[in-house]
């Protein structure tokens, strides 16, 4: 199984880039949002990788973060959802999206992805909505993004050459809500709930920290009447 791979950019298309490794091409399918984000032709990147085998094709897609690899895994295992199409949601929404999306049941936001029709949409929020949490717990760590040994690569000039950094806001708010998320669920709300909670109230104040979000999910979480 390839995991990751670093090396330079040969070109972008549309829905795929080339990376050669020590003189090895490897095509790797990406989402809008990650391609949007890899350096210019010469860069040097890193991606973790999914290996997708069948017995006609072998396909490796790429991902900038593991918790956007595991959202791609995980959309994977619903029943008419191909790759691509999950490269499609994750293109269209980003992985904070995704998460937001399916824990509180916006079937609108996942059917804007192209080729999601209604169906599906509905089956992923409910095959997947007690599932988001898994990925939501993965925090900081799973928002970090791959980062290229420039030892691997070799024959890149200096001036071309570009590692892929973390984003630092994406990670301050990937680890406030897994931490906000762990302090609800040993509060004894259960999983399912805590996230959606967590979802929602991050989504009215995305740069919030994990205290803030506490409070709001709280409030969500506090029975109504």
């Keep these: 199984m390839i995991g990751k791979i670093t090396g330079k ?7 795929h880039v080339l990376v050669d490794v020590q003189g090895v091409g490897y095509l790797v399918y990406c ?5 949007a984000s890899l350096p210019p032709a010469g860069g040097v990147v890193a991606l973790y990788t999914d290996l997708l085998v069948r017995e006609d094709n072998l396909q490796l897609f790429g991902f900038l973060t593991l918790a956007e690899k595991e959202w791609h895994k995980l959309l994977t295992t619903v029943q ?7 490269l499609a949601i994750a293109g269209t929404l980003g992985t904070d999206g995704v998460s937001r999306a399916i824990t509180l049941g916006d079937i609108a936001a996942i059917k804007a992805a192209p080729g999601v029709g209604p169906k599906i949409a509905q089956r992923i ?4 909505k007690d599932k988001a949490a898994s990925i939501i717990s993965m925090g900081a760590a799973g928002s970090e993004q791959a ?8 024959d890149v000039p200096v001036a071309t050459e570009a590692k ?8 301050n708010s990937a680890g406030a ?32 920290g994990s205290g803030a979000l506490i409070k709001a999910a709280l409030k969500l979480l506090a029975p109504k009447g």
């Design 9 to 15: 950019v040969d070109y972008r298309a549309k829905d």
């Design 31 to 35: 989402s809008e949002l990650t391609l």
């Design 80 to 86: 008419g959802v191909g790759a691509k199409a999950a």
């Design 125 to 128: 929020v409910t095959e997947l």
């Design 147 to 154: 980062v290229a040994d420039d030892s691997m690569v070799i």
């Design 164 to 171: 892929v950094k973390p984003v630092s806001s994406s990670m």
């Design 177 to 208: 809500q897994a931490d906000a998320l762990s302090a609800l669920v040993n509060l004894g709300y259960g999983q399912g709930e805590a996230a959606s909670a967590v979802a929602e109230a991050s989504g009215t104040e995305p740069e919030a």
